[in-house]
C-alpha cells in the first residue's frame, strides 16, 4: 500500500531571499506577498517568517489582511521563529523579552502552530534547576497565547546535541514545550539518526527540517549553517535515513524544508522555494515508496 506523502514547510529563510542576519540584518528584501505565493506555488501548506519580517507585516499589512493571505494561499501552518536567551538576565534578556512579547502576541493573533526557540550559545552556562524554571515559564506563556514552543538544540549552541534538549523537555514536562530536530544540527553533532528513535518521545517532537549537506566543515559551524546547506539528496547527510528514524518515532507533521546557502539567496523566491520542495519531496517519495513495498 503506498505510503502517503506527507505535506512541507517553508522555514523562514527558505524563501528570505538575499538575507544572512550577521551581515545584512535581519529583514527579507521581499514582499511577503511574493514569499507567500512563491510558497503556495511550490506546493508547501507551511510558512515560516522570522520576529524582524512578521512584525513590519503586522505594522504595514495587518493581522487580518496576512492570516487572509495565508489562507487564500492554502497555507494551514504558521510557523514563528525566533525565541533565545529566555533564561538570560541583564541586557540580553532585555532584548529577548522584547522578541518573545512580539513573537507570542503575534501567534495569539494569527494562530500559529508553534515558535522556535534557540539554545544560546556554546560558552553558555546555565544552573539546571534554572533552566527548567524559565523554561516552564516560557512554556506557559506559549500556551496561553495558544501556541507551543518548539526548541530547538544546534551545534553551535549550549546545546550542542539533542540530548539536553531532550532531558529539558521531558523534566519540565508542560505540553506546550517541545522539540524542532533540523537534520543539520543532527549530522554536525555526530548524533546516529538510529539513536533519536528510543531518545525523542513522538509528543515531544513538534518540528523536523531536512536539508543536506558536506561531510566536512568549511570555515565555522555558524558560516557552514548559512552558507553551505545543499538541496536533499545532493550530500552526505543521508537524508532518507533521517526521515526513517523521524518516521519510527511517529512524528505525523508538516516536514519543514530549510534551504540556507549562498547559491540559494542568489535565486528568487519562486525558485529557492520550488527546488527546496522538489528535493524534499523526491527523496521522501522514494524513501516511503521504499516503505511500502
Known amino acids: 500500500m503506498p505510503h502517503p506523502i506527507p505535506g512541507l514547510?517553508?522555514?523562514?529563510?527558505?524563501?528570505?531571499?538575499?538575507?544572512?542576519?550577521?551581515?545584512?540584518?535581519?529583514?527579507?528584501?521581499?514582499?511577503?506577498?511574493e514569499r507567500v505565493s512563491a510558497v503556495s506555488a511550490a506546493g508547501y501548506t507551511g510558512f515560516g517568517i522570522g520576529h524582524a519580517d512578521i512584525q513590519n507585516v503586522?505594522?504595514?499589512?495587518?493581522?487580518?489582511?496576512?492570516?487572509?493571505?495565508?489562507?487564500?494561499?492554502?497555507?494551514?501552518?504558521?510557523?514563528?521563529?525566533?525565541?533565545?536567551?529566555?533564561?538570560?538576565?541583564?541586557?540580553?534578556?532585555?532584548?529577548?523579552?522584547?522578541?518573545?512579547?512580539?513573537?507570542?502576541?503575534?501567534?495569539?493573533?494569527?494562530?500559529?502552530?508553534?515558535?522556535?526557540a534557540g539554545a544560546g550559545q556554546a560558552d553558555d552556562r546555565v544552573d539546571a534547576g534554572h533552566l527548567n524554571a524559565e523554561f516552564l515559564t516560557l512554556c506557559e506563556q506559549?500556551?496561553?497565547?495558544?501556541?507551543?514552543?518548539a526548541l530547538e538544540p544546534a551545534a553551535f549552541s549550549m546545546m550542542p546535541t539533542i540530548h539536553p534538549g531532550v532531558d529539558l523537555v521531558t523534566q519540565v514536562g508542560h505540553p506546550a514545550g517541545g522539540l524542532l530536530v533540523d537534520i543539520w544540527h543532527?549530522?554536525?553533532?555526530?548524533?546516529?539518526?538510529?539513536?533519536?528513535?528510543?531518545?525523542?518521545?513522538?509528543?515531544?517532537?513538534?518540528?523536523v527540517e531536512l536539508?543536506?549537506?558536506?561531510?566536512?566543515?568549511?570555515?565555522?559551524?555558524?558560516d557552514d549553517t548559512?552558507?553551505?546547506r545543499l538541496l536533499c539528496g545532493q550530500g552526505d547527510f543521508d537524508v532518507a535515513g533521517f526521515i526513517e528514524a523521524i518516521d519510527r518515532i511517529g512524528f505525523d507533521g508538516l516536514w519543514g524544508v530549510e534551504m540556507m546557502s549562498e547559491h540559494h539567496r542568489t535565486l528568487t523566491s519562486a525558485e529557492g522555494a520550488r527546488h527546496a520542495a522538489e528535493a524534499a519531496r523526491r527523496v521522501l517519495t522514494e524513501h516511503h515508496a521504499g516503505v511500502g513495498r
Open 9 to 33: 514547510l517553508a522555514t523562514c529563510w527558505t524563501s528570505a531571499g538575499n538575507v544572512m542576519p550577521t551581515r545584512t540584518g535581519p529583514s527579507s528584501p521581499l514582499e511577503v506577498t
Open 142 to 149: 506559549a500556551q496561553s497565547a495558544g501556541t507551543r514552543i
Open 226 to 228: 548559512f552558507d553551505n
Open 58 to 116: 503586522r505594522n504595514t499589512m495587518g493581522d487580518k489582511v496576512f492570516r487572509s493571505l495565508l489562507d487564500d494561499h492554502g497555507i494551514t501552518t504558521l510557523e514563528l521563529e525566533y525565541i533565545d536567551d529566555w533564561w538570560t538576565t541583564g541586557p540580553r534578556r532585555g532584548e529577548a523579552d522584547t522578541v518573545r512579547r512580539d513573537l507570542l502576541d503575534a501567534a495569539a493573533a494569527l494562530g500559529a502552530s508553534h515558535v522556535k
Open 186 to 207: 543532527v549530522y554536525r553533532s555526530g548524533t546516529s539518526y538510529a539513536d533519536l528513535v528510543d531518545l525523542i518521545p513522538a509528543e515531544r517532537l513538534f518540528a
Open 211 to 222: 536539508n543536506d549537506g558536506s561531510h566536512t566543515v568549511p570555515g565555522t559551524l555558524f
